[in-house]
């Protein structure tokens, strides 16, 4: 193939789901430039093909030494460059085709690196551990048994345990999201100087979205996935903030193209 290529996990739960947060953030970023690209699906499962077929190294390891095989990859056939990860992915797309336009605007990367472990300490892993349970089904009937010792090895805990699905303990995890977005919101407020109504940058990155922002509208796009639209845990989540997050989401219209064909 001469273009480049998006390795990403397929989900089973409506026809070809693209769920995974990190190869969202990178489909958003190839999508914001303008790039050529197709995708080449994998199940859960499968993931370490992708670490096969492009030779690209997995950035960390298991707690017994082996590779830990995720998604994003990407390969490049211009610069026959392979990498996984999504942020390192986007740094090289930047380097490599900075035009039309760069995720990171001009000397923001630092604010990023910030930005990445607010969200991660606020939000992040409270939202993963609401998700990880109902993953499963998302994964697909053959992946089951893989995705089960893969999160259950990573938490040392039973899907069951990662994700509880009542009483306090997932309540509490509930109360941190929501304080966790109260925060994020304040900080999209502070973007626009205090202006509000029609006057508010609509984006992180003012009237255009940053990186910051397909990496917080992918997790929305993660999370509405595995819970379904219809689900009470979505209602509940765009709901946040006067139902800012579902209005949010919206505005990434033009950026979603999904290359759908399995290959
Ligand atoms: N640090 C990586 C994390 C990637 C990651 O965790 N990907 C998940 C899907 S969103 C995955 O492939 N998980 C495989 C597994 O847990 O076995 C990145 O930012 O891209």
Request: charged share 25%.
């Amino acid at each position: 193939m001469s273009e480049i290529i998006l390795y990403d996990i397929i989900g089973m739960n409506d026809g070809v789901t693209a769920w995974s947060p990190n190869t969202w953030t990178v489909r958003f970023t190839l999508n914001y430039k303008n790039l050529k690209y197709k995708t080449r699906w994998l199940e859960f499962q499968d993931i370490e093909i992708a670490y096969k077929e492009t030779n690209a190294k997995a950035t960390s390891t298991r707690s017994d030494g082996s590779p830990y095989y995720t998604l994003p990859v990407l390969y490049d056939p211009a610069t026959k460059t392979a990498i996984a990860d999504a942020l390192p992915i986007a740094d090289y797309l930047d380097r490599t085709y900075p035009n039309p336009r760069k995720v990171f605007p001009e000397d923001t990367r630092a604010l990023h690196a910030a930005f990445f472990t607010a969200m991660f300490s606020l939000l992040e892993m409270q939202m993963y551990r609401l998700i990880v349970l109902p993953g499963l089904v998302n994964a697909g009937p053959r992946a089951v048994d893989y995705y089960r010792w893969s999160k259950e090895s990573l938490f040392g805990m039973t899907l069951e345990e990662i994700t509880p699905t009542g009483g306090p303990l997932r309540e509490g995890l509930w109360k941190e999201i929501e304080s966790g977005w109260k925060q994020v919101a304040g900080w999209f407020d502070a973007a626009s100087g205090g202006e509000i109504g029609e006057r508010r940058k609509p984006f992180m990155g003012g009237e255009k979205p940053c990186y910051a922002d397909f990496h917080i509208a992918a997790r929305l796009i993660c999370v509405k996935a595995i819970w379904g639209p219809q689900s009470e845990d979505w209602r509940r989540m765009s709901g946040l903030d006067g139902g800012r997050w579902a209005n949010y989401l919206e505005q990434f219209h033009e950026y979603m193209h999904v290359d759908t064909q399995l290959r």
